[in-house]
């Protein structure tokens, strides 16, 4: 069975542009999380969905992130436009109803010059 | 509101030396706790977690942490490491009962073990 994956697993972009993340959760899991680390620092949550729904979007930044599920299946995390601050890696993590456990992906790696 | 914290940022140990990595937490209902673990260059791994039941629980790698309500503390032990434990270490809570619950993570401990 396919983990959690993620892509691209590394991204340079210039300040100002575009950049959209994309997650594939585990088959079946209806629970999708987007977390982001920066710098070091602790991994913070920024959203989650139950299927397609939007269950907390609470950690999002602010209106430069623009999430969606589609389908209730793969996830995107856009970033537009992106700022400095926005550098870090970006974890995505599927889980089942009964939310037990979380399966991470490896990683996507942004780097903003 | 839920929160972890990972007192200690960096801990070097010589190797086959015991390890004891701190956690604390605060919650307001009751939690699931895990410890993750990010190898270099790797993803996160979940290395063990408390749902219900046995305050003691073991991951294969020899590792063990005790959940312990009174002092809300999920500490990480391991009576004798080895070189491949170094990594980095998240311990995490969420209230798992819910649809709604999400994982919090804690800032992460560095291990690394010197020969």
């Known amino acids: 069975e396919a983990g959690v994956t993620q892509f691209p697993s590394h991204s340079v972009i210039e300040k100002g542009q575009t950049v959209t993340l994309r997650c594939d959760p585990i088959?079946?899991?209806?629970?999708l999380y987007w977390y982001r680390r920066v710098m070091g620092k602790e991994i913070k949550f920024l959203l989650h969905f139950v299927k397609e729904s939007k269950q907390d979007e609470s950690g999002m930044p602010n209106n430069r992130f623009l999430a969606e599920r589609t389908g209730g299946t793969y996830s995107t995390l856009k970033v537009q436009p992106a700022e400095l601050e926005d550098s870090g890696v970006y974890f995505c993590?599927?889980?089942?109803?009964?939310?037990?456990?979380?399966?991470f992906g490896q990683g996507t790696r942004l780097t903003v010059v | 509101a839920q929160s972890v914290t990972q007192l200690d940022s960096q801990v070097p140990v010589f190797e086959e030396a015991p390890v004891e990595l701190r956690c604390n937490y605060s919650s307001s209902v009751s939690v699931y706790l895990f410890w993750y673990v990010q190898y270099p260059n790797q993803g996160l791994q979940l290395l063990l977690k408390?749902?219900?039941?046995?305050?003691l629980v073991e991951s294969i790698n020899g590792f063990e942490a005790e959940f312990n309500k009174s002092q809300t503390s999920f500490h990480l032990r391991k009576p004798s490491v080895h070189i491949s434990d170094t990594a980095e270490y998240f311990c995490?809570?969420?209230?798992?009962?819910?649809?709604?619950?999400?994982?919090?993570f804690g800032s992460g401990t560095r291990l690394s073990i010197r020969p």
């Open positions: 088959s079946g899991h209806d629970n």
């Open positions: 408390y749902l219900s039941g046995s305050t």
């Open positions: 993590a599927s889980s089942t109803r009964m939310n037990t456990e979380a399966f």
């Open positions: 995490a809570v969420s209230d798992g009962y819910s649809s709604a619950s999400k994982i919090i």
